[in-house]
T-cell receptor, first 114, second 110 residues
């Protein structure tokens, strides 16, 4: 059971470089999410996709773009990386059909921007 | 907007001590409430949940009761173990979005 798979696990970028974080789930979930985790700030929602074909901004969307490629895949792109984007990034998914559904998380991507 | 506030850590306890981690929330409507746990190097995983007022969620000896009158969802465990050392996150879901608290790191000493 793969669940939610994120790649890469680690990445180092220089300021101004671009990159895409990949996420795929094999649970036939409707809703997918990107969070960033910073010390003392918990997890903050960057973007989410309630269903295939839709995406919406979360709490901290600036500097990021997303693509819901199909029902399985939801990618996060940094067009011009900045040191403030150094963080651990988590992708998550849920069925999205009823209240109280839990989130399933990937194992995270540790990103450093120098 | 919705928000979650939980007690700052770290919390350090001896094995078999009683644990309380406070969590309060602000939300419109009737959110579902969750506690997630994160072990080192891993993503978050669900510990317990409650979907309506007065519900009690429980799992692995942990409990939390959804208190609408005090807008709280405090996490408790009667006797902690070294293996409970982790970061604990309180969260609420309203609509399609889940909002997390800042997390509380728990250290349990043998």
């Amino acid at each position: 059971n793969a669940g939610v798979t994120q790649t890469p696990k680690f990445q180092v970028l220089k300021t101004g470089q671009s990159m895409t974080l990949q996420c795929a789930q094999d649970m036939n979930h409707n809703s997918m999410y990107w969070y960033r985790q910073d010390p003392g700030m918990g997890l903050r929602l960057i973007y989410y996709s309630a269903s295939e074909g839709t995406t919406d901004k979360g709490e901290v969307p600036n500097g990021y773009n997303v693509s819901r490629l199909n029902k399985r895949e939801f990618s996060l792109r940094l067009e011009s990386a900045a040191p403030s984007q150094t963080s651990v990034y988590f992708c998550a998914s849920t069925g999205g059909g009823s209240p109280g559904e839990k989130l399933f998380f990937g194992s995270g991507t540790q990103l450093s921007v120098l | 907007g919705n928000s979650v506030t939980q007690m700052e850590g770290p919390v350090t306890l001896s094995e078999e001590a009683f644990l309380t981690i406070n969590c309060t929330y602000t939300a419109t409507g009737y959110p579902s409430l969750f506690w997630y746990v994160q072990y080192p190097g891993e993503g978050l995983q669900l510990l317990l949940k409650a979907t309506k007022a007065d519900d009690k969620g429980s799992n692995k000896g942990f409990e939390a009761t959804y208190r609408k009158e005090t807008t709280s969802f405090h996490l408790e465990k009667g006797s902690v173990q070294v293996s409970d050392s982790a970061v604990y996150f309180c969260a609420l879901t309203g609509g399609f979005k889940t909002i997390f608290g800042a997390g509380t790191r728990l250290f349990v000493k043998a």
